[in-house]
């Protein structure tokens, strides 16, 4: 499967234990865990003989337990120039993973982090938008015009913006359909819970896939609820990331 240049292409996680990452994600979504002895404990999970997540240990205990979406790129160099003169500040890289790509780190203008990779040998998730696999990622932030100019300037993104609810929800895309989105942070929103991208899995069945979640050690934050894109739930797992999943209505 290849990505166009500016689209989420894949998606990691950062744990504190990676054996009950396993465990738990292979539990909820039925994935495969496949850790090559000179990864360094990276771990892709596999569904159907394809990559289409992984999870890493945490790198110090300072670092995030958290999910991260990583957007293709073709110059990862040039795109993280972008990011900084956007105003957004590079954590990672650019480096070369092997012969696989060019990986890199950021967080934007408001906090929210966020992945480049320029693929080489990997391209990213070999099935997307299928149940157990990736298939949305969604900003949430405070300043969404600020947002706007933010990523119009390092991917050329563009977004339609709609009222949803008490607050406004966009779609992000470059011509075609959307392939992100972003919720405004109103004064609903907690002010210590800082800007931050989620990432969403698609599921056959939401509610019984958050029950599973629970049994399995996990939290459900936000429990099934219907949104026109279908049903969604966001869900804690035992080590504290935070992801959505979500029966997709089309």
Known sequence: MTFEAGHPCWADLSTPDIEASKAFYGGLFGWEPQTS????????????????????????????????????????????????????????????????????????AQGAVLGLWQ?????????????NTYCWSELACRDVEGAKTFYSE???????????GTSSYTEWDTGARPFAGMVEMNEVWPPEVPAHWMVYFAVEDCDAAASKAADLGGLISVP???????????????????????????
């Not at 080489?120 to 299928?130: K, N, P």
């Not at 390092?154 to 949803?164: A, I, L, P, Q, Y």
């Not at 739930?233 to 209505?249: H, M, T, W, Y």
């Open 154 to 164: 390092v991917f050329g993104w563009s977004g339609e913006t709609h009222v949803f």
């Open 37 to 108: 002895p000179e990864s360094g404990g990276y771990t892709m999970f596999n569904l159907r003989d394809g990559h289409i997540a992984a999870a890493m240990p945490q790198q110090s205990p300072g670092f995030p337990t958290a999910w991260t979406t990583y957007i293709s790129v073709a110059d990862a160099d040039s795109t993280a120039k972008a990011v900084q003169d956007a105003g957004g500040q590079i954590l990672m890289g650019p480096l070369d993973i092997t012969d696989q790509g060019r990986i890199a780190l950021f967080a934007d």
């Open 224 to 250: 099934p609820h219907d949104i026109p894109s279908g049903r969604f739930a966001v869900l804690n797992d035992p080590q504290g990331a935070v992801f959505s999943i979500i029966r997709l209505a089309h």
């Open 119 to 131: 693929p080489l040998a990997f391209q990213g998730a070999a099935l997307t938008r299928e149940p």
